[in-house]
């Protein structure tokens, strides 16, 4: 399997009908790792248990408050707000206006993730059950994931498993062969939080499709 870096350019070429191939092979995606680490503060998530202490306010702050599916926590006069895809510090400054527009003199509030919610993947296309699966603890793999959803369908072309990912503000795709990976003959790549595995071309989501079938190859990576 090539290991080759490949840049999917920004500009669309109109007219253009020529798909375009992703880079393969879970090397495509080790310098990305990296730049997360480095540049990407925490999130708060659905699912994510947060507290929220108001600096000599007891009666405001709140131990421990579950980040709904909707993305929301509620809290004694702030009511509701919306904390999903929040850091820490932003949360805290929204709570911090709305005491301080109202009830308090320059409320001090502090904003912490105590407890993670499982990281999530997300399986399309020719799958028996797509849909949004917990990652288990310790790493789970591209196979693992489509058994997850049940596995391919009987239909499925396995040599077309696309995995999108996005880092920082870059949005980055690789194709696996699932056929090869089964074999021995390529490596079963571990995948990160929210990732997005599709099997089948024909099920990418139609606006990264009519990317893939415009966008010419030049070298490495980027946002698209």
């Known amino acids: ?25 879970e090397a495509t995606f080790k310098p990305s790792a990296t730049v997360a680490a480095s540049t990407s503060p925490y999130r708060i998530a659905r699912g994510d248990i947060i ?7 007891p009666d405001l702050s709140v131990p ?8 929301y926590v509620s809290l004694p006069l702030v009511g509701q707000i919306d904390a999903a895809d929040k850091t820490g510090e932003q949360l805290a400054s929204e709570i911090s206006r709305r005491l301080g527009g109202r009830f308090l003199v320059s409320p001090k509030v502090a904003v912490n993730v105590t407890t993670p919610s499982l990281p999530k993947v997300v ?27 049940k596995g391919p369908t009987r239909t499925a072309k396995l040599s077309q498993v696309v995995v999108f990912r996005v880092v920082g503000d870059q949005r980055m795709g690789a194709v696996f062969n699932v056929t090869s990976i089964r074999r021995g003959e390529a490596v079963d790549p571990v995948l990160q939080p929210n990732d997005t595995v599709v099997l089948g071309y024909s099920n990418i989501k139609a606006a990264w499709r009519d990317f893939l079938l415009a966008a010419p190859v030049i070298g490495i990576f980027t946002r698209f």
């Not at 507290?51 to 306010?57: C, I, L, P, R, Y």
């Open 64 to 71: 421990a408050l579950l980040v709904d599916s909707g993305g």
């Open 1 to 25: 399997m090539k290991k080759l870096l490949v840049l999917l350019s920004c500009v669309v070429v109109s007219g253009c009908q020529t798909p375009v191939d992703l880079p393969d092979g």
């Open 123 to 149: 399986v399309e296309g020719t799958v028996v059950d797509p849909g949004v699966y917990d990652l288990r603890q310790g790493q789970t793999t591209l196979l693992e994931a489509l058994a997850l959803a």
């Open 51 to 57: 507290s929220v202490n108001v600096f000599q306010e």
